[in-house]
């Protein structure tokens, strides 16, 4: 048997070599690679970015007037936008701020005035004007944030919302 020599015939040393082809497609892949790994960092810097943001928000105080202790009637719940909770004046005159967020899988809740009653549409929980569990899945009370009256007006502070196993008389705020 006869062997094939790996040396260069004088046909293949006149050939033309392509190294530019192999040269650039290598520079090519090196490109995409780095832009992947740029694009990786931003993404992971500004998820990050974003998060430091957020905990820094809610880190500090933030405090929404809702009104005039005259404008809200016992008995009755008004929807504060800004705040992003539910006002509930009790029937003995106390104010309670309550989260719009089932306390179930965080669905947000309504009020259904008629039935007197907090709604979630989700899984049909329903809770009561002072946020107690009427019919479940809910597992505990809506959350509630601190409230306060300052000359006249009713304040609450919407940083951190109060997880509640119970609804207790001395969270609403009175005058």
Not at 45 to 50: E, N, Y
Not at 152 to 161: I, R, S, T
Request: aromatic fraction near 10%; charged fraction near 25%; glycine fraction near 8%.
């Amino acid at each position: 048997m006869k062997r094939k020599s790996k040396e260069a015939t004088p046909a293949m040393e006149n050939a033309p070599v392509e190294p530019g082809r192999r040269r650039f497609f290598g520079w090519l892949w090196a490109m995409i690679g780095l832009a992947a790994v740029a694009e990786f960092c931003w993404v992971g810097v500004s998820f990050l970015l974003a998060r430091k943001e957020r905990s820094a928000k809610a880190a500090g105080a933030r405090i929404v007037t809702a009104g005039s202790v005259d404008t809200f009637s016992p008995d009755t719940v008004t929807a504060i936008p800004s705040g992003q909770f539910f006002l509930a004046r009790l029937p003995d005159g106390g104010f309670l701020a309550l989260s719009r967020t089932c306390t179930h899988l965080g669905c947000s809740i309504h009020w259904d005035a008629e039935k007197s009653r907090f709604q979630c549409p989700c899984h049909g929980s329903s809770f009561n004007l002072a946020g107690e569990v009427l019919s479940a899945p809910a597992p505990r009370p809506l959350d509630c944030y601190p409230v306060r009256i300052e000359n006249g007006l009713v304040k609450v502070d919407v940083a951190a919302p109060r997880r509640r196993d119970r609804f207790e008389p001395d969270q609403a705020a009175r005058i």
